[in-house]
Antibody
Framework: EVQLVESGGGLIEPGGSLRLSCAAS????????MNWVRQAPGKGLEWVSY????????YYGDSVRGRFTISRDNAKNSVYLQMNSLRVEDTAVYYC??????????????WGKGTTVTVSS | VLTQPPSVSVAPGKTASITCEEK??????VHWYQQKPGQAPVLVIY???DRPSGIPERFSGSNSGNTATLTISRVEVGDEADYYC????????????FGGGTKLTVL
């Protein structure tokens, strides 16, 4: 079964750092784009970051650019999100999602169950 | 900005339509996700009107002009969920954009 499993969430104080991981299984990980999407409590989905299949193309949402860094290790079938300078408003469930890209479209067809990040003093 | 109605209500067995509005959205590919409480999102429609395997034929989509629509026919109680539309915005920088979400209530 195609699967994504996130880990690394937790309680962290404002200004702190956290590294999320997402382990992929049962598909050719190195052939797919990957994403992080988050959802604050009671709110909608917010895209956080994208990384291309080789890791050479990266995009960020405006609210995290300059603070968060996405990376991947295709040998370990894993994608990561390094989160620095965390703010209270970064509190959310963080989902890892597999992307499917075409000439003029992009969507996410497989999602993990998410890991919870709480930023609070 | 993708604009969705906050809520839509429908009786079981009837048809639900959830809209997603943006100027000229018909020129983009729109994708739809279903999210039930406490669960991760699930892709239900991609590329405007294609269904992933395992998604019932009751789910369909359309996209033209300034409005994309997710239509759920013969609504079941189990369809009650939040639904999000999504596009890939390449106009300036590359961004994934989600609509604000619509809560579908099955009365």
């Amino acid at each position: 079964e195609v699967q994504l499993v996130e880990s690394g969430g937790g309680l962290i104080e404002p200004g702190g750092s956290l590294r999320l991981s997402c382990a992929a299984s049962e598909f050719s990980f190195s052939s797919y784009e990957m994403n992080w999407v988050r959802q604050a409590p009671g709110k909608g989905l917010e895209w956080v970051s994208y990384i291309g299949s080789s890791g050479s193309t990266i995009y960020y949402g405006d609210s995290v650019r300059g603070r968060f860094t996405i990376s991947r290790d295709n040998a370990k079938n894993s994608v990561y999100l390094q989160m620095n300078s965390l703010r209270v408003e970064d509190t959310a469930v963080y989902y890892c999602a597999r992307g499917r890209i075409g000439r003029n479209y992009y969507y996410m067809d497989v999602w993990g169950k998410g890991t919870t990040v709480t930023v609070s003093s | 900005v993708l604009t969705q109605p906050p809520s839509v209500s429908v009786a079981p067995g009837k048809t639900a339509s959830i809209t997603c509005e943006e100027k000229n959205i018909g020129t983009k590919s729109v994708h739809w996700y279903q999210q039930k409480p406490g669960q991760a999102p699930v892709l239900v429609i991609y590329y405007n009107n294609d269904r992933p395997s395992g998604i019932p034929e009751r789910f369909s989509g359309s996209n033209s002009g300034n409005t994309a629509t997710l239509t759920i026919s013969r609504v079941e109680v189990g369809d009650e969920a939040d639904y999000y539309c999504q596009v890939w915005d390449t106009s300036t920088d590359h961004h994934v954009v989600f609509g604000g979400g619509t809560k579908l209530t099955v009365l």
